[in-house]
């Protein structure tokens, strides 16, 4: 039997909601695609952001250059694609990496893609080397809170258990307690 299509939404599900957004990547999820295709730019105050343009011109109701701009500047416009959608998503606006990682965590796998004007000479600051210690902090954190569940399900039956942690650990298993 040959294997099921790999089905990657495009910016999310662009065809009904702004690309690149946090609608777009729930909606695509609602389709149950097995994949989602984003694009990141960093802004000048090092962030990385969600979208597919250099600009804000296109998709926002902002203008200029993502990459001149800081996260605040980016996130203060609306991402709804107003050209496109009218005030239907006026309330969107650019995620960050993590909220789209946070978002597509374990329900679809996410293909990264950054635009070659964007990329500098910038070995370790640049928008690759930032990507990938985000992605890589991102799913340490999520490893740790793995085993964060794993200890507080352990804990229920050995009271003691977190005494024998070192500090950090225990005050991340406390910051995460239910």
């Keep these: ?13 662009s065809a009904h909601r702004p690309e690149n957004t946090l609608a777009a ?3 695509a999820l609602e389709l149950g695609v097995s994949a989602v295709e984003i694009d990141v730019q960093l802004t ?11 600009t804000l011109d296109r998709t926002t109701n902002g203008r200029g250059d993502v990459r001149q701009m800081t996260l605040a500047e980016v996130r203060a416009v609306s991402a709804g694609y107003p050209s496109r959608f009218g005030d239907a998503y006026r309330g969107e606006h650019v995620p960050t990496l993590a909220e789209v ?14 635009k070659k004007e964007s990329v500098t000479e ?57």
């Design 25 to 27: 990547l729930a909606g």
């Design 44 to 54: 000048r105050d090092g962030r990385l952001v969600v979208i597919h343009d250099s």
């Design 122 to 178: 910038d070995a370790t600051g640049g928008v690759e080397a930032l990507t990938i210690a985000e992605i890589r902090r991102l799913i340490a954190a999520n490893d740790r809170a793995g085993a964060v569940r794993e200890l507080q399900r352990f804990r229920r039956t050995h009271v003691d258990a977190d005494a024998r942690l070192p500090d950090d650990l225990r005050a991340f298993a406390a910051s995460t307690a239910r």
């Design 101 to 114: 990682v946070t978002l597509l965590r374990d329900r679809a796998r996410i293909l990264i893609e950054i």
């Design 1 to 13: 039997m040959p294997a099921p299509p790999i089905v990657i939404a495009h910016r999310g599900d």
